[in-house]
């Protein structure tokens, strides 16, 4: 419950600060709601990353080209002889189809399709045809010109509208792709009104739909990184053992002792490569690398293949991208790591120490 009040508390801070870009704004909050409906650990792993990207949208420097993208709505609306209706706030709208069903009202979940871009025709963001947004209105889940625009339209119209920079992403835009003081346009279709009941049943549905992609996707990945591992082996002529997680190991000197084992402690030099030979890291220059087995503190694929070796081993673990770090790419301090990478490791076992907590505790 503390996680779920904390994830609710930093999206509401942020939108009342007008600085998130909107294609991450979005994305984040369909994923903090399924958390909070669903408590999917899968779906936690996705927002923790996209508030890692958050992070860095919000820190980044503004570069985008001003130009006609910040020009004044009222100039560029009455410039372009764009027959809108403007409303007080100074929202102007144009209704290209209208909807016969009725206009949504705070509390509503609307689903809508979407195109966002800037004056200069720029888009930045659009919603994907299968994947419709579903947000609450009234409930500072979007922009406050959504809050205040969508209102305007019965279900199944499609609309243009306009939303002056204060009540979009004011003066200081977001990220790199809306400058500040940049007004915004949205192609909206107005597709449905749900009430609570239809909407769980979309979202279920829509996080079955994702799980079985994300399944397919994985499935088709690690067949892709078994035979680049195979390619490799075969190119450098290992001897390797393949587990069933599909991590591959070869060990070229054995050491003494017992296997490593969870809770254990080890310290490990070790070059990491990609399947390419670019070294993307290395302990050779430092100190070696200290890990206790079973912490969750280094990634699966040496949780695992550490244990295949013994004090003063040596030898290569092969890491398929799914006990790696996936489909996220790693770019920090001089390490770079393309996404889906298979890991090559070549590594020395210089110390390992068994752990004592469970043989204590038997006496």
């Not at 984040?28 to 909070?36: D, K, N, P, S």
């Amino acid at each position: 419950m503390f996680f779920q009040i904390c994830l609710r508390f930093i999206i509401n801070h942020l939108i009342r600060c007008n600085k998130i870009l909107i294609s991450v704004l979005l994305k984040t909050q369909q994923l903090l709601l399924r958390i909070l409906t669903y408590n999917s650990i899968s779906i936690m792993k996705q927002f923790s990353l996209l508030l890692l990207a958050l992070g860095f949208l919000l820190t980044s420097a503004n570069i985008y080209a001003q130009g006609d993208a910040t020009q004044n709505l009222d100039d560029f609306i009455k410039k372009h002889q764009i027959k809108t209706e403007r409303t007080k706030e100074g929202i102007h709208y144009l209704i290209e189809k209208a909807g016969n069903g009725r206009k949504p009202i705070a509390g509503d979940y609307v689903k809508v399709r979407y195109k966002s871009s800037l004056l200069t025709g720029k888009v930045f963001d659009e919603s994907p045809e299968e994947e419709p947004f579903v947000f609450r209105l009234g409930y500072r889940q979007v922009i406050q010109g959504w809050d205040l625009g969508v209102p305007l339209f019965q279900v199944g119209t499609k609309a243009s509208l306009f939303v002056p920079p204060a009540l979009g992403y004011g003066e200081n835009g977001a990220g790199n792709i809306i400058p500040g003081n940049a007004p915004l346009i949205f192609e909206l279709e107005i597709l449905e009104i749900m009430d609570r009941k239809s909407y769980n049943q979309y979202m279920v549905a829509l996080e079955r739909k994702e799980r079985r992609a994300f399944e397919a996707h994985q499935k088709k990945q690690f067949n892709t990184d078994k035979k680049i591992i195979q390619e490799y082996v075969l190119q450098h002529k290992l001897k390797t053992k393949r587990t069933d997680s599909g991590l591959s190991y070869h060990v070229a000197k054995k050491g003494r002792g017992k296997k490593a084992k969870p809770g254990d402690y080890l310290e490990v030099h070790y070059e990491g490569f990609l399947v390419d030979g670019t070294k993307f890291d290395s302990s050779l220059d430092k100190k070696p690398y200290p890990v206790t087995l079973g912490k969750g503190k280094v990634i699966p694929g040496w949780e695992e293949g550490l244990q295949h070796f013994k004090k003063g081993g040596e030898g290569w673990i092969l890491v398929p991208s799914r006990m790696a770090y996936g489909p996220r790419a790693i770019e920090e301090d001089n390490i770079s790591i393309p996404a889906n990478s298979v890991l090559i490791f070549k590594i020395k076992i210089v110390d390992l120490k068994a752990d004592t907590t469970n043989s204590t505790a038997k006496q």
